[in-house]
């Protein structure tokens, strides 16, 4: 019989941080308990032990933990002194927060359903109003396989959307993971998160790693580099645990420069801040390629061996020359940039390198000759000219290049970004010169992120700063190559995600029942640590719009997210110190074993579990036979591969040691200076981009060959939105949330009590704000109103607001009613800081 609850009825907006204040300094078990934090004097006789785990949040510094758990329940976290390598010992304040995060007033602690809601008669209209009623999980389980079941007999697989994030847990066995393997397993229709691809896909197409985050040096590697660029970052706060690497090179005498529009802890940290103005970096970028070629610091022996540089390049259809192309068949039709999608997860996929006897067919000019000739066999290929090789009219990509750039002077970059020539020149010279160098890259927000990412890997190709000790590009160390991540993401035999559906094209699809030209019913919305709600853009139209089209929504989360708020029925996960799991993301040199610290809260299980009992109840013998194995079989498929046996990685070391080295702590990408493009160089010259996705909507492909600067979609000066919105909206990442986690955690929140909007006094001033005055900022797309905070360090011009609060703490809206949800068919990325927005002093009531 279901019970009704409201299980977190009462907190009203805003108030939680009143509930949090009460309770600082110990943590709230869901419901009644509460457990301090002090230490055990000695005194009383208790169970006391210490367990060592992962912190498994996705800012993927992975820091192994040794938890403190007294009479079954976690007490207190420190870092793990026994690692490999004693430099990769660290943990933040998020980690601390754990106790606090486990024994949350918000996690979810049983299955629930929406009153109002039923497969029937779904009441979309009720969400967010609607009372829960509590449900066994039988009766769950039983809800959510009938409405998959029936979704799939009447609408046809695909109906059921599935939305795979990082919330519950990023990990090699559980969380994420799992949740792409049920997608695959069942061959539901995945969603594309579209968040943080963008400069990827840029990057992707010069290196030909796709749009995979796995593109540079292990951090340790960090320490060796002479310049270190960190661009649109602000690494202390994000990625904590890899920062202290860039004050060791600093600390050695490297120049440690941050490009960011605001005064961040980076930038004060840094030897070199360079304020550039919001959505203009590509610009500097490009202009830095232009001094670089302008003053001949670039590495031509570098270019010539391992870049396309001396290819050439087709005039008839912008292809490089290939000796087949004069084959009876002509040209061979080539795959679109970036080729390899999902190759994250994929792994085999992922690491396709052309070797020399495969790329044998590429056409250079013999410069001694003056003929052409094949690559491997010319000693001395022509870097620039214009040739005719076999009535085909070709030129250098090199010269093609050149010629691109030479329009992006430093003088044309000041004009956009703000930043002086001369420091242009000198950014371009130190990048060059002060070598190797390495690009801390974060993720640049804007419609132009694409370019911003080629420009970045442009700069590397040109310098040969990539794949040396100290030099290298990119967000991420390499994924892990002895684990077989894709056994449990991708289960074989079954169906793929490869044609994924974009969030930021769903609500055209909504809207138009269409995806592709066929028909697309969209029935169910399954968000598997997915906060869609809270974590993206637009969220006022999430709400109102894109939402009440889909008669179901169920959400597997640990906290009662805004998500949940919005969605039918709520199954309850474990937090990932509640069940043994497997962690090996790509920011550090290990594998982790993730020991279960204490048992679930609630009825809290972990998604595999969720995920196995729902395939128990549906009509799919591969689906079933995949989940008739046990957790400790699918992490042995995890775990135990040939790769892995000569380095002793086995899951019964794992589960020994704790933590295994898989690699090098400073470890270099790409080290053997060959690439899985086509050609097996560098590629700054794109012969054939395409979309990240294919959505079946064509993209401009003679724009996207080489970098081209485009203005942000809406943030800059001459946008039709700026006379009324004249204020630029940036995000900022904070050390106090990792996306819309950590919300309700008591030790955080006495240091970071509620939202805030940064801006500098001279608009404030204008406005007739004071500083501590409430402030509404608003658009087109919705409001926020919280606290106004004056900082000299944001630039004038702009505001920004930190990421992650939960709409509840702010006293209207939410910052991410303001972002931006403009669909960029190329990368597909969310423009995030692609924002305006105008301030105003509020003057309602704040409760
Ligand atoms: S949030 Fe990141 S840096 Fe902090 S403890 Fe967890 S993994 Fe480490």
């Known amino acids: 019989m279901a019970e009704l609850k409201t299980p977190v009825k009462g907190i009203s907006r805003r108030s939680f941080l009143k509930t949090t204040a009460a309770v600082a300094g110990t943590a709230a078990v ?11 004097d000695g005194t009383a006789d208790v169970d006391e032990h210490e367990v060592v785990c992962v912190c498994g949040c996705n800012c993927q510094g992975n820091c192994s933990m040794v938890a403190t758990v007294r009479e079954g329940k976690m007490v207190n976290i420190r870092s793990n002194e026994n690692l490999p390598y004693p430099s990769y010992e660290r943990i933040c304040m998020r980690g601390f927060s754990h106790a606090n995060r486990m024994y949350d007033f918000n996690r979810v602690l049983y299955p629930m359903k929406r009153k109002t809601w039923s497969l029937e008669e779904p009441h979309v209209e009720n969400r967010g109003t609607d009372e829960w009623e509590r449900l066994s999980w039988d009766e769950a389980i039983q809800l959510v396989a009938d409405t998959l079941t029936y979704n799939t007999e009447n609408y046809g697989v695909r109906s059921n959307c599935v939305l795979v994030s990082a919330g519950n847990s990023f990990a090699a066995y559980g969380g994420l993971i799992a949740g792409l393997g049920f997608a695959n397993a069942f061959g539901f229709q995945g969603l594309d998160v579209c968040l943080d691809y963008g400069d990827l896909v840029g990057i992707g197409e010069v290196t030909g790693s796709g749009w995979d985050f796995n593109q540079r040096n292990m951090a340790g590697d960090y320490r060796y580099a002479k310049t270190i660029l960190i661009w649109d970052t602000n690494p202390p706060n994000s990625q904590p645990h890899s920062w202290h690497f860039c004050m060791e090179a600093k600390d050695a005498g490297a120049n440690l420069v941050v490009i960011d529009p605001t005064y961040t802890i980076a930038a004060q940290q840094a030897t070199k801040w360079v304020p550039i103005k919001p959505g203009t970096d590509p610009a500097l970028g490009m202009a830095m390629l232009n001094a670089i070629i302008d003053n001949e610091w670039y590495d031509l022996d570098f270019m010539r061996e391992k870049t396309c540089a001396p290819l050439l390049v087709r005039e008839d259809n912008g292809h490089f020359l290939r000796a087949t192309d004069f084959d009876e068949a002509g040209p061979a039709e080539l795959p679109e940039y970036p080729f390899f999608g999902t190759l994250l997860l994929q792994g085999v996929k992922a690491g396709k390198v052309p070797t020399l006897e495969e790329t044998a067919h590429y056409v250079v000019w013999d410069a001694d000759k003056n003929a052409w000739g094949l690559i491997n066999e010319v000693a001395n290929p022509a870097m620039e000219g214009s040739f005719e090789v076999n009535g085909v009219k070709v030129t250098t990509a090199w010269s093609l290049f050149k010629e691109h ?27 060059a010169q002060d070598a190797p ?7 640049h927000l804007y419609d132009n992120c694409e370019e911003m990412g080629m420009t970045w890997a442009c700069l590397a190709a040109l310098t040969g700063n990539i794949g040396k000790r100290g030099a290298s590009i990119g967000h991420l160390g390499k994924s892990k190559p002895t684990i077989n991540m894709a056994g449990l993401a991708f289960p074989a035999g079954l169906s793929g995600l490869n044609d994924e559906l974009p969030w930021l094209h769903l609500p055209e699809v909504l809207e138009t029942g269409k995806l592709k030209g066929e028909d697309f019913p969209v029935r169910l919305l399954y968000n598997i640590g997915a906060n869609p709600v809270g974590s993206y853009a637009a969220q006022k139209k999430t709400i109102e719009e894109v939402l009440p089209q ?14 949940c708020e919005y ?30 610290v204490a048992d679930p809260i609630g009825e809290a299980k972990e998604d595999v579990e969720i995920f196995r009992a729902i395939a128990e109840r549906m009509d799919n013998e591969a689906a079933k036979a995949f989940y008739a194995k046990s957790n400790e079989e699918m992490m042995r498929m995890v775990v135990d591969t040939e790769k892995g046996e000569p380095l002793g990685i086995n899951l019964d070391n794992l589960k020994e040691k704790g933590v295994l080295a898989d690699r090098d702590e400073n470890w270099i990408h790409w080290e053997e200076q060959r690439w899985p493009t086509l050609s097996g160089r560098l590629e700054f010259y794109v012969e054939n981009p395409g979309a990240r996705i294919d959505i079946g909507k064509p993209i401009d492909k003679e724009f996207y060959h080489m970098p081209t600067y485009h203005t942000p979609f809406e943030a800059y000066d001459e946008s039709e939105q700026h006379d009324k919105y004249p204020l630029y909206h940036y995000c900022e990442r904070t050390r106090w949330h990792l996306h819309t986690q950590y919300n309700h ?14 801006m500098n006094p001279v608009d404030a001033e204008a406005r007739g704000i004071v500083e501590g005055d409430y402030v509404e900022a608003y658009n087109d797309r919705g409001h926020c109103v919280c606290k106004a905070k004056f900082d000299m360090g944001v630039r004038p011009g702009m505001v920004s607001s930190p990421k992650g609060w939960h709409r509840g703490a702010y006293v209207a809206g939410s910052y991410q009613e303001l972002t931006c949800d403009h669909l960029n068919v190329l990368h597909m990325n969310t423009s995030f800081d692609d924002t ?12």
């Not at 160098?437 to 993720?443: E, K, L, R, V």
């Not at 799991?581 to 982790?592: C, G, K, M, R």
């Open 745 to 758: 955690a008591p030790v955080l929140r006495e240091l970071d009590p509620e939202p805030y909007l940064r």
């Open 836 to 847: 305006l927005v105008e301030v105003r002093k509020y003057e309602g009531e704040v409760k």
């Open 437 to 443: 160098s390495t690009i801390y890259a974060g993720y």
């Open 30 to 40: 869901a419901g009644t308990t509460t457990v301090a934090l002090a230490a055990n």
């Open 550 to 563: 889909i008669p179901c929504i169920v959400t597997n989360d640990m906290e009662f997210s805004e998500t």
């Open 405 to 431: 750039m030479a329009a992006c002077t430093p003088e044309w970059a000041e004009g956009i970004t703000e930043v002086p020539a001369d420091t242009i020149v000198e950014l371009a010279r130190m990048y």
């Open 567 to 596: 969605s039918d029925i709520v199954l309850p996960c474990a937090h990932y110190f509640e069940y043994d799991w497997i962690q090996a993301s790509s920011h550090t040199p290990f594998l982790y074993m993730a020991n279960k």
